[in-house]
């Protein structure tokens, strides 16, 4: 009977085999990770866009709901634009103004409710001449901005008459 006696080490890997194994393992785990942080940010980013949209629509539509209604001896503006007012005359008069970079409504009892927070650049109203005896259009420009993005929306409001 012959002894068989293997030699260490001839049936495992070496140590230089192991160490490109860990190398390519780290790269590949490199690599998944850029994969995932950039993917993280440019839906973070595209997150900022789909907000800054979705609250220049609803502060559109809140505004067109309130001014739609009434017709154009009901709506006032200010000199500089900034500022519609809904009633201007009556005891329940309602304004549309910006404090900061909020757009607020507030209501003759000194009550204010924020349409759209830490946003607003810019608002500007203003009444369109139509060609009619009556101004019966008002137009509205929002321009938000948040995190360096920006958008920009306007909305022609036709008045009752």
Do not use: W
Not at 42 to 53: E, T, V
Not at 93 to 99: K, L
């Amino acid at each position: 009977m012959k002894n068989k006696r293997t030699r260490l080490g001839v049936a495992g890997t070496t140590l230089a085999e192991m160490a490109i194994a860990v190398t390519v393992a780290s790269f590949l785990i490199l690599c998944v990770g850029v994969v995932v942080v950039s993917g993280t940010r440019i839906c973070g980013k595209a997150r900022i866009d789909c907000d800054l949209g979705r609250d220049a629509t609803v502060a559109l539509r809140f505004i067109e709901n309130k001014v739609r209604q009434k017709a154009s001896t009901e709506v006032a503006i200010n000199s500089d634009g900034d500022m519609l007012t809904i009633d201007p005359e009556s005891a329940n008069a309602g304004y549309f103004h910006t404090d900061g970079g909020d757009l607020l409504y507030s209501d003759a009892n000194g009550l204010s409710n924020v349409v759209v927070s830490d946003a607003v650049q810019d608002l500007h109203f203003e009444f369109v001449d139509d060609g009619s005896p009556e101004v019966d259009l008002v137009s509205v420009a929002l321009l938000l901005t948040r995190e360096g993005k920006d958008v920009a929306t306007a909305s022609l409001i036709k008045l009752r008459n």
